[in-house]
């Protein structure tokens, strides 16, 4: 198979033009790409993208947005800026504006992909691991998509990148309480492999673990930690906020990156061939997903924006940049003594996000081999 083509445009801004700027570059590779090819006239066009959380202001900036905005609509596409919800959707939709995301300044129409209520969506096969999941409706009946992922790193996945955006990004939030293990909530909790463990020695009520929690599923009871087992996504956030080390959430790696390529390629298989294209920031590259309440300092430099028609090799690319980058010091990644030459996304989570390339790969999704075109 021949190496995929991976577009590339540095973050560093040598000349002080519009043209040579970030903005100018991308807007100049958006149309050496022709998107025309990607989309039929008149068509809507779903820009999938992470709208944040209060206090995580390191998303996509909507000027970039934009640019994609324009791009979509001069190849004579409807674009629409689209998420699936993580709290109550009207919640979610005035965190994205806060963050910037909404029609003044993105260009095009700003909508919940799985509705306000987060249980629009359509049932599709998906493998081993699930069986299936609920492909949110705006994005499983649109016949065009390009994927906004804002590169970083991710608790359970390691690294969150186009992969991870549409494997769990791309399924509804499934509220109702029967049906959300087909969902996000379900791409979460499927790798678990033993309850959750907390050592009451280490603990000292910080309560941090409670206030972070997604679902008000975890609380102290006479002093004693107990969380809801049938409400409780796995998320992992109660683990990762805690600084004394006191919860352990056992989890199978290879089944939930397997999980992670097997969702993602349902999300796929709603679209045609060439349909989608894969756009992947890797600007502001925090330590942790835009889903967490807060933004840490970045612990990589920006790298630059790639864009490519094959998901296995924009992520592939975009990992390896950041593998070759040394940590920034100030940063979590400094604060843990990673050093230049570590793998900083697997020292920081002790998570492989390579694996779920890799599972991606072997399902026939893109390929690991690329060529980088620097623009
Ligand atoms: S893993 Fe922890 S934070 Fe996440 S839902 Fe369960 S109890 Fe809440
Ligand atoms: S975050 Fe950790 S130390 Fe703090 S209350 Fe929760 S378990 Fe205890």
Not at 350 to 354: E, S
């Given at each position: 198979m021949k190496p995929s083509k991976v577009y590339y445009v540095s973050a560093r801004a040598t000349k002080w033009s519009y043209k040579e700027s970030l903005a100018g570059r991308f807007e100049s590779l958006l149309k050496e790409?022709?998107?025309?090819?990607y989309l039929k006239k008149k068509e809507p066009v779903a820009l999938k993208m992470h709208f944040g959380s209060e206090g995580a202001h390191r998303i996509i900036r909507p000027l970039l947005i934009r640019k994609v905005v324009d791009a979509v609509r001069r190849a004579g596409g409807k674009p629409f800026v689209t998420d699936t919800v993580r709290i109550k959707g009207l919640d979610y939709l005035k965190v994205a504006n806060e963050n910037g995301i909404n029609e003044h300044s993105c260009g095009a129409p700003v909508v919940l992909a799985d509705g306000i209520f987060g249980n629009d969506h359509v049932s599709v096969p998906s493998g081993e691991?699930?069986?299936e999941v609920f492909v949110a409706s705006a994005i499983h009946d649109a016949p065009a998509m390009v994927v906004l992922s804002h590169f970083k790193g991710h608790v359970n996945a390691g690294i969150g990148g186009a992969i991870k955006n549409l494997a769990?990004?791309?399924?509804?939030?499934?509220?109702?309480?029967?049906?959300?293990?087909?969902?996000r909530g379900g791409m979460h909790a499927h790798h678990t492999a033993g309850k959750i463990e907390w050592d009451r020695e280490r603990c000292s009520l910080c309560n941090q673990c409670v206030e972070i929690c997604p679902l008000d599923s975890c609380a102290f009871v006479n002093e004693l930690w107990e969380y809801n087992t049938k409400k409780c996504?796995?998320?992992?956030r109660c683990t990762r906020v805690c600084p004394e080390d006191a919860l352990n959430m056992p989890m199978d790696e290879d089944r939930f990156h397997q999980g992670m390529a097997e969702s993602t390629r349902a999300v796929l298989s709603t679209f045609k061939k060439n349909r989608v294209l894969y756009i992947n920031f890797l600007l502001e590259i925090q330590p942790e997903c835009d889903c967490m309440p807060g933004a840490d300092v970045p612990v990589i430099q920006d790298l630059g924006i790639l864009v490519s028609d094959d998901i296995v090799a924009v992520d592939q690319a975009s990992y390896d940049l950041i593998r070759q980058s040394p940590p920034l010091p100030g940063s979590m990644a400094a604060d843990q003594g990673i050093q230049t030459g570590d793998d900083i996304m697997v020292k920081l989570h002790?998570?492989?996000?390579?694996k779920h390339i890799d599972a991606a790969c072997t399902l026939g999704l893109g390929n690991r081999e690329y060529t980088l075109i620097d623009r």
């Open positions: 790409i022709e998107i025309a090819g691991e699930q069986g769990m990004g791309g399924l509804s939030g499934a509220s109702r309480d029967h049906d959300w293990k087909h969902g996504w796995r998320c992992g002790q998570v492989n996000g390579q």
